[in-house]
């Protein structure tokens, strides 16, 4: 049962709370960020250089289209500085994470029991993380989690084919 969307700082503040693990699955070829800049990234990876010292996790699986969007292309050569502050990021070809059964829809899942669905709309332009609260919801997001973490390749022997 789905209880609030989240925004702006009270997303972000999960980032910041979690205690152990941090996991993202995206799945589209595109996203609209204009917020994304430089400073930004920056931010980005001293979030995860904090949480790394700390000994908690991020993980993230992408699921990209072959042959892979411009998008995809640069998330993949950022992707470098993002793995080297310490976030593990995967890749999967999306005929593997169809066949798999994996959802087609972005979430984040922290600590394997506060799972965020995020919801676009059909420009990319995010709209916010609605948090679920349904248990049985939650175990199956952790089983797709896990599917495609095993399912997932490492970002540097998928990047070895196309950077």
């Known amino acids: 049962m789905a209880m609030s969307r989240l925004v702006g700082a009270e997303f972000g503040a999960l980032f910041r709370s979690f205690e152990h693990t941090a996991f993202r699955l995206e799945t589209l070829d595109?996203?609209?960020?204009?917020?994304?800049?430089?400073?930004?990234?920056?931010?980005?990876?001293?979030?995860?250089?904090?949480?790394?010292?700390?000994?908690?996790?991020?993980?993230?699986?992408?699921?990209?289209?072959?042959?892979?969007?411009?998008?995809?292309?640069?998330?993949?050569?950022?992707?470098?500085?993002?793995?080297?502050?310490?976030?593990?990021?995967?890749?999967?070809?999306?005929?593997?994470?169809e066949s798999a059964g994996l959802p087609r829809r972005d979430y984040w899942l922290f600590d394997s029991r506060t799972l965020i669905t995020m919801h676009f709309d059909d420009q990319e332009n995010f709209l916010g993380g609605e948090v679920v609260d349904d248990p049985a919801e939650i175990v199956r997001y952790n089983y797709w989690r896990d599917a495609a973490s095993h399912l997932a390749v490492r970002r540097d022997d998928f990047a070895a084919s196309f950077l």
């Open 30 to 97: 595109r996203y609209h960020s204009p917020n994304e800049t430089t400073a930004w990234f920056r931010d980005w990876l001293s979030t995860i250089r904090e949480a790394t010292a700390a000994g908690r996790r991020f993980t993230r699986v992408r699921v990209v289209g072959l042959p892979l969007s411009d998008y995809s292309r640069s998330g993949l050569f950022c992707s470098r500085y993002t793995n080297a502050a310490g976030e593990d990021i995967r890749y999967l070809e999306r005929d593997r994470a």
